[in-house]
């Protein structure tokens, strides 16, 4: 992993064989990002993806392997209980053009990833919503 920030700007490569999450959770705690906008595109070989069941309250996830194609990485980098709280959302295209996708928990390179993190001045929160039992911002 490698990356470069001009301004507000933050370019980060993820290499073969390297999980992007904890890559660029590692940038965000070195660059002490905690009000950021995150996007991407790469190659990966293994991805674990989920679904939120509000009713239940609790995520259920899904793990493909083989070569996947990573068309879209959206996400935001907050704080909560002052530790870096990413959230991620990512869509992967198999060889026959089958998209798969959901919240991203993991994701390895099998190619690269070329990912950028816009970040802006201050912090953004995160406080649980009783409701939904899911982490929201805290504005």
Do not use: W
């Amino acid at each position: 992993m490698e990356y470069r920030k001009s301004g507000t700007l933050i370019a980060l490569r993820v290499d073969r064989g390297e999980e992007i999450v904890s890559c660029v959770k590692t940038v965000c705690e070195k660059e002490h990002v905690t009000f950021g906008s995150i996007s991407g595109i790469g190659a990966v070989d293994h991805a674990v993806v989920g679904l939120y069941h509000v009713s239940e309250q609790k995520y259920v996830s899904n793990s493909f392997d083989g070569e996947l194609e990573m068309t879209s990485l959206l996400g935001n980098a907050t704080e909560k209980d002052g530790e870096i709280y990413l959230h991620f959302h990512a869509a992967f295209a198999k060889g026959d053009g089958q998209v798969v996708g959901g919240h991203l928990n993991e994701a390895v390179v099998s190619g690269t990833a070329e990912i950028f993190i816009q970040t802006a001045p201050g912090t953004i929160g995160r406080k649980i919503d009783p409701a939904t039992g899911l982490n929201v911002f805290d504005l």
